[in-house]
């Protein structure tokens, strides 16, 4: 038969050996910092990416850099108040 000190004693010592068990074994979440930008896929025409993969080459970048240039440069416009998108009559 155990004693009462017996019992508290291995209660208490696998209740804090199990605390934060799983802790080190956990999965992280989410994506390890590569120092990289992440990817992005975009759906276009094909029409328009060979468009886009032309200019880039003219300005000497590679085309995610050319279109991340083209977004800021129609944000830039459209803050001023007109819109670029809609033909001047």
């Given at each position: 038969?155990?004693?009462?000190?017996?019992?508290?004693?291995?209660?208490?010592?696998?209740?804090?050996?199990?605390?934060?068990?799983?802790?080190?074994?956990r999965?992280?979440?989410?994506?390890?910092?590569?120092?990289?930008?992440?990817?992005?896929?975009?759906?276009?025409?094909?029409?328009?990416?060979?468009?886009?993969?032309?200019?880039?080459?003219?300005?000497?970048?590679?085309?995610?850099?050319?279109?991340?240039?083209?977004i800021?440069?129609?944000?830039?416009?459209?803050?001023?108040?007109?819109?670029?998108?809609?033909?001047?009559?």
């Open positions: 038969m155990k004693t009462l000190s017996t019992l508290s004693c291995h209660s208490v010592l696998a209740f804090v050996s199990d605390v934060k068990y799983n802790d080190a074994m999965r992280k979440v989410g994506r390890p910092a590569t120092g990289h930008e992440p990817r992005l896929s975009i759906r276009m025409k094909p029409s328009a990416l060979k468009r886009a993969n032309g200019a880039a080459r003219a300005a000497g970048t590679t085309v995610g850099k050319w279109i991340e240039a083209a800021n440069e129609k944000v830039q416009r459209e803050k001023g108040g007109r819109n670029v998108t809609k033909r001047d009559r």
